[in-house]
């Protein structure tokens, strides 16, 4: 047995090793300090903002849910982005006085759809709290009640957290469960709330509650009116600006339906990846990060099994590939993800990062996103 044949693949493993052990650190410490919030009745409005375009499928539920808040007095403002369906009409047979549908206006050059329509009904709405939410998004009554009350109890100008993702087909489990796990894998929670250095801002743009006051002062979406990834851009914007940004669990305040199938999945996270894996910076980190943590080491198992590997080099591999799936189980269970999305992890992995460089190689050659029927040019392309 010859000396590279033994000290390189075990090299390549404890980097495997090494790598899958700083996402289940984070996330065993990030597990431990997000909590979804106690509730507290509050005599503060909240104003629930729905944007809405093509959403027949959605909007009934997502609005009776949200009319359905306890805890809180809720206004609902659901805004008609031009949908050519009956979107419309559906709002207007619900009938309740607290609902309002407003029809958002054309959309003006250097804006993109969904900041254009948020901005709008920001600017129609009376809450002292401002609760953002997609239009497939359903609220449990007392959401609503719990994020206003972390607000209150932190000093958070925005407040943020997952909703659980409901995954129906196995496209849809080989993409949207990387949102929670790379949320929670990679982002140093204590520090986020220690520091206010703006790269440490992350929320999630399916359920974002903001204060009114700090939405004025900082321009809210107009500020950010080209991102496609509200998600990053504006709890990064409000870090900047000084206030407090806040992470809350949760996947028992909120459901979500985000994709239908694999081909919606692939376009919807390839529409914003730009704004955050896929830069020529960022990505080759990432692919270091997620390839040697949790692609590579089933493979070099297999091969070890082989014989192909040393021992030593097994060893590390499987250490490894148990610490991947363990930090996979403990996020699966936090967020009450399907069980299916456990053995399927590895390969999720590969696909995020898939989507990543074909959005990364894509821009190079075309520099638009599309979305919703409408195209945006991709900054920096």
């Known amino acids: 047995m010859t000396d590279s044949f033994t000290a390189i693949p075990t090299a390549l493993a404890l980097l495997c090793l090494i790598a899958a052990l700083l996402p289940a650190v984070l996330a065993a410490v990030n597990l431990s300090v997000l909590r979804r919030p106690a509730p507290q009745d509050d005599p503060d409005l909240v104003s629930i903002l729905i944007p809405a375009r093509n959403e027949a499928g959605n909007i009934a539920e997502t609005v009776r849910a949200a009319l359905a808040s306890t805890g ?3 206004e609902v403002i659901v805004g008609d982005d031009h949908s050519t369906d009956a ?6 047979a619900i009938g309740d006085p607290r609902l309002r549908l407003v029809s958002v206006p054309t959309l003006p050059e250097g804006w993109t759809g969904k900041n254009h329509a948020c901005s709008h009904m920001a600017g129609s709405a009376a809450g002292r709290h401002l609760l953002f939410i997609d239009a497939d ?14 607000a209150r109890r932190t000093g958070a100008a925005l407040v943020s957290g997952v909703p659980r993702q409901r995954t129906e087909t196995v496209g849809e489990m080989l993409t949207v469960p990387m949102i929670d796990f790379l949320l929670l ?11 206010r250095d703006p790269s440490l801002g992350a929320a999630c743009g399916q ?33 900047a600006a000084g206030y407090r940004t806040e992470l809350v669990a949760a996947a028992t305040l909120a459901t979500c339906r985000m994709y239908e199938g694999f081909a919606q999945a692939w376009a919807g996270f390839s529409k914003n990846a730009h704004e955050g894996m896929a830069t020529p ?6 692919t270091l990060l997620l390839g040697c943590g949790q692609v590579l080491p089933p493979l070099l198992v297999l091969a070890g099994l082989c014989g ?11 250490l490894a590939l148990l610490l991947a799936l363990a930090t996979r189980t403990a996020i699966t269970l936090a967020v009450r993800a399907p069980l299916a999305t456990i053995p399927l992890h590895p390969v999720a992995v590969l696909v995020a990062l898939a989507i990543q460089w074909n959005v990364l190689l894509r821009r190079e050659r075309a520099g638009a996103a599309t979305w919703k029927g409408r195209s945006y040019p991709v900054s920096g392309a």
């Open 72 to 74: 809180v007095p809720v």
């Open 87 to 92: 979107t419309p009409e559906i709002v207007r």
């Open 137 to 150: 998004v359903r609220l449990v009554p007392e959401a609503a009640s719990c994020l206003a009350a972390q």
């Open 185 to 195: 894998g990679y982002l140093p929670v204590l520090l986020m709330r220690r520091l």
């Open 207 to 239: 359920l974002i509650l903001i204060d009114r006051a700090a939405y004025e002062a900082t321009g809210g979406h107009g500020a950010i009116r080209m991102s496609l990834h509200d998600g990053v851009r504006l709890p990064r914007l409000f870090r």
């Open 281 to 286: 910076r960022a990505l080759p980190v990432w």
């Open 308 to 318: 192909l590997i040393p021992t030593p080099a097994l060893v590390a591999a499987a």
